[in-house]
């Protein structure tokens, strides 16, 4: 599956931004999707999972109760609300598959066979 991720941009802090993860190919609807992100300077780290059918999401401390991860299969598009956005959040944020029918989750970026290519997301303080 190709990714493409857009939705990126400047936002002010407590702001709030939806990111798309928009998907071409069959195994859409068969994979795991993952949001990562890489801050400057820093290595690239897990944001938040949701299984193939929607029914479990797993998400970093770092965003609990501010992201929020959906997926709707019919338009082979993935999503991920990011509220209270804060100046930590500052990122290039990526989004990822993996084939998976288990409901198990995933976190590590080796993990994922198909990513896509980043969309920058900036929080001014």
């Known amino acids: 599956v190709q990714l493409q991720a857009s939705g990126g941009g400047l936002v002010q802090a407590g702001g709030s931004l939806r990111l798309s993860c928009a998907a071409s190919?069959?195994?859409?609807?068969?994979?795991?999707i993952g949001w990562f992100r890489q801050a400057p300077g820093k290595e690239r780290e897990f944001v938040e999972a949701i299984t193939w059918n929607g029914s479990r999401t797993r998400y970093a401390d770092s965003v609990k109760g501010r992201f929020a991860i959906s997926r709707d299969n019919a338009k082979n598009t993935g999503y991920l609300q990011m509220n209270s956005l804060n100046y930590e959040d500052t990122a290039i944020y990526y989004c990822?598959?993996?084939?998976?029918?288990?409901?198990?989750?995933?976190?590590?970026?080796?993990?994922?066979?198909?990513w896509g290519q980043g969309t920058l997301v900036t929080v001014s303080s």
């Open positions: 990822a598959a993996r084939i998976e029918t288990s409901l198990l989750f995933f976190i590590e970026e080796i993990e994922y066979q198909s």
């Open positions: 190919g069959r195994t859409f609807g068969t994979s795991l």
